[in-house]
């Protein structure tokens, strides 16, 4: 509970706070996406004006746990009373969320915001007086709906903090993120962090399946008005709709971008002693490119800034998948990262040339997320002028994006070995898929393999996986400059016939 107390607690004091939303609620107007995004318009066409910082010192100095201990009171979700299969908590200010969130509930086509109220929170061993929160505000939100049972509301989906926001399907836990949009990431000018400062979102009907949300977003060079049709399920989807407005030049923006971590894996093993096999959030990215190719890149923690992309016109899809489920290459009863969804972006409309970006930052642990990827546009429209984007978000687990052949189970390095160990690199592919079940045993899979100018390849195998079904490719090879790194590329094939996606490796320099 609180450690203060105001003069109407209790239903009495709710009463009280829907009455000053309804007071303080716009004129009257049927809200939809375009308004959000004549609001997005508006502010490109005005100098940005930068978040007012509005929260208390004793706020702004909580530590971690301290915030973390500010927790929505369940009892008060924002249309429990009302039964709706959708309900809504908040997150309060405090700590780095030191500017306000508007948050806003549309009904019949009308605005009310929704107020925010300190008997809202329980304030659990933080000792915070009435002043303290006089000025303070919420920082984001999250739904709640029935996704694992009847009987109880689940997170499905939170927004908090810049523009970032993350999603689970059934049986999922969280995992990586998606953002509104990224700008600069990885440029020596520095990034810039948009953010959403405004959310408006529809009150569900009784049995809706669907819940709707717009958001506002802004920063120094860049608004944009969006919307996202919420469909919890086996895997969640998001149905995503932008414009976005440049205040000025930006020399690259990602469209769709996704937020992981990979510490270490199959082919990275721990650089310390640690009880579990691997650590990560996702271990690849998957890429369907518009000339129907499928392309599987493993992740890495590299020892210094990679950056890497492919371009393309017109992708069909990309994510960063976590294809690896088994609780035995993991063996976390804490994380279970092998619950935690793939994010799977899929292009509404033609999004025309550019390139999927992946950026891989060195990390010493794994509170850091360290894997990024997005579409970079070759265009851009001047500033002033709309870009419109639209694409469907999905969190997988159950029935994950892959190709229809046959595709990459797991990547493993190591050490090459002929008749003692030299300085070779042996790498050893698993591919699985039903194309490679239903191989006839005469018939031999092919590995179709190239490498960049700075490696040698020594020795290409494939061998029929008893075990999965599938089949192993081994390569050995020399790298010729440790300074540089080495991209290698291979499939495998019967005849003419290719059998599985593209495997796109990249060794980071050392």
């Known amino acids: 509970m609180s450690r203060f107390s105001f003069p109407f607690p209790g ?98 086509g009308r605005v009310q915001e929704i107020a925010f109220d300190p008997d809202l929170f329980d304030y659990g061993a933080n000792r915070l007086e009435a002043k303290d929160l006089e000025s303070a505000g919420f920082a984001g939100f999250r739904v709640h709906y029935p996704l694992n049972t009847a009987q109880y509301k689940d997170e499905v989906v939170v927004f908090l903090g810049a523009s970032y926001f993350r999603a689970v399907g059934k049986g999922q836990v969280y995992g990586l993120s998606a ?83 990979y510490l270490f894996g199959e082919n ?6 640690d009880y579990r096999p691997e650590v990560h959030d996702s271990d690849g990215l998957s890429i369907h490119s518009g000339t129907g190719e499928w392309i599987w890149r493993p992740l890495v923690n590299p020892k210094r800034l990679l950056v890497t992309s492919f371009s393309m016109t017109n992708p069909l899809g990309f994510g960063l998948m ?28 033609k999004w025309g040339p550019g390139r999927v970006e992946l950026i891989q930052i060195p990390t010493p642990d794994e509170t850091n997320d360290n894997i990024v990827a997005f579409w970079v546009p070759n265009a851009l429209p001047a500033p002033g002028q709309p870009f419109d984007l639209e694409y469907r978000l999905l969190w997988q687990k159950q029935a994950e994006r892959r190709p229809p052949l046959a595709w990459v189970s797991q990547t493993r390095r190591g050490h090459g070995y002929v008749t003692k160990q030299d300085d070779s690199i042996a790498l050893s592919v698993d591919f699985e898929g039903p194309v490679l079940k239903k191989l006839p045993v005469d018939v031999k ?6 490498t960049d100018a700075n490696a040698k390849i020594l020795e290409t195998n494939t061998y029929k996986n008893a075990a999965t079904g599938g089949w192993r490719m081994v390569v050995r090879l020399k790298r010729l400059d440790e300074k540089k790194p080495v991209e290698l590329r291979a499939f495998l094939r019967e005849g003419n016939n290719p059998l599985s996606e593209t495997w796109s490796y990249i060794l980071p320099p050392t």
């Open 11 to 108: 239903r009495g004091r709710q009463a009280i706070v829907f009455l000053y939303a309804c007071l303080v609620s716009s004129a009257g107007f049927a809200f939809d996406f375009d308004d959000a995004a004549a609001e997005a318009k508006r502010l490109a066409s005005a100098s940005y004006k930068k978040p007012e910082k509005n929260i208390s010192k004793a706020l702004e100095n909580l530590n971690y746990d301290q915030y973390r201990d500010i927790r929505f009171r369940p009892d008060h979700n924002y249309w429990k009373d009302r039964k709706l299969p959708f309900e809504l908590a908040f997150f309060h200010q405090g700590r780095t969320f030191d500017s306000r969130v508007k948050i806003s509930e549309i009904v019949g």
């Open 179 to 261: 953002r509104g949009i990224a700008v600069d990431t990885a440029l020596n000018s520095g990034e810039e962090f948009p953010r959403f400062v405004q959310f408006w979102l529809e009150r569900p009907e009784p049995g809706a399946k669907q819940l709707t949300i717009y958001g506002l977003l802004d920063s120094p060079r860049i608004t944009g008005a969006y919307r996202f049709i919420l469909k919890p399920g086996a895997d969640t989807a998001m149905d995503v709709k932008a414009q976005l407005y440049l205040r000025e030049n930006i020399a690259k923006i990602g469209i769709a971008p996704l937020t992981s971590m």
């Open 268 to 273: 990275q093993r721990s650089a310390t002693e």
């Open 322 to 349: 976590q294809r690896d489920r088994a609780f035995p290459n993991f063996e976390d009863l804490e994380a279970r990262y092998e619950a935690r969804p793939s994010a799977w972006v899929e292009p509404i409309g």
């Open 445 to 450: 899979a092919e590995a179709v393999i190239s």
